[in-house]
């Protein structure tokens, strides 16, 4: 399963072998990081993303992320309450993360990590506050949410708490966990 696609104006990604004119097409780097990890552009970790309406039957959004491994389910949340909670997110992160000119709220990355930022999920770092703060836990708690994974693992879901200290995941029967704040993410 590839792990991201890029967004826009590199929303056409395909799942094919032709990365490489892609890449020269659209200028697009051939290496990407996340948390300052690098990630080749390569069809290993970059793809297409299939949206599944979220409207679908029950069934089809579940038949949909065990077929890819994910769900990408447009407009399945309040666009409003996903703004807002990005925003105050972003919002905690020096003002050199982001392209001179623009909000934080809008997340355009200026190409410069900042170098007194702790290493994502260790104390300090602005993530690490932010899923423990009462906000991101009432988000996470929205009977939407709720609903949503108990459709896609079908049957009752309950949220797990988390387990002292950092984790960087852990895999059980290809269904990959993150842990994130006090509960743990299928």
């Known amino acids: 399963m590839p792990a991201a696609c890029v967004a826009e104006p590199f929303s056409h990604c395909a799942p094919h072998d032709n990365l490489d ?3 020269a097409e659209r200028l697009v780097p051939t290496v990407l990081s ?4 690098e990630i080749p552009f390569t ?19 579940r038949e949909s992320f065990h077929k890819r491994g994910y769900i990408l389910l447009r407009n399945a949340l309040d666009r409003t309450a996903v ?7 972003l ?4 003002d050199d993360l982001f392209k001179t000119g623009t909000a934080s709220s809008d997340g355009r990355f200026s190409g410069n990590y900042p170098l007194n930022l702790p290493p994502h999920g260790t104390p300090g770092h602005p993530a690490w506050a932010f899923v423990r703060s009462d906000r991101f836990r009432n ?10 994974a108990e459709i896609l693992l079908g049957g009752s879901a309950a949220r797990l708490r988390r387990l002292a200290g950092p984790r ?5 029967t290809g269904i990959e966990l993150k842990w994130c704040g006090d509960m743990c993410v299928v």
Do not use: C, H, K, W
Request: net charge positive; glycine share 4%; no cysteine.
């Open 91 to 94: 919002g905690r992160f020096p």
């Open 139 to 148: 988000f996470v708690a929205t009977e939407r949410l709720q609903d949503l």
């Open 21 to 23: 004119a892609i890449t």
């Open 168 to 172: 960087t995941g852990a895999r059980t």
């Open 83 to 89: 703004l807002d909670l990005r925003a105050a997110y």
């Open 34 to 37: 996340s948390n300052t990890a």
């Open 43 to 61: 069809a290993r970790y970059f793809a297409r993303l299939f949206s599944t309406s979220a409207n679908s039957p029950d069934e089809t959004m």
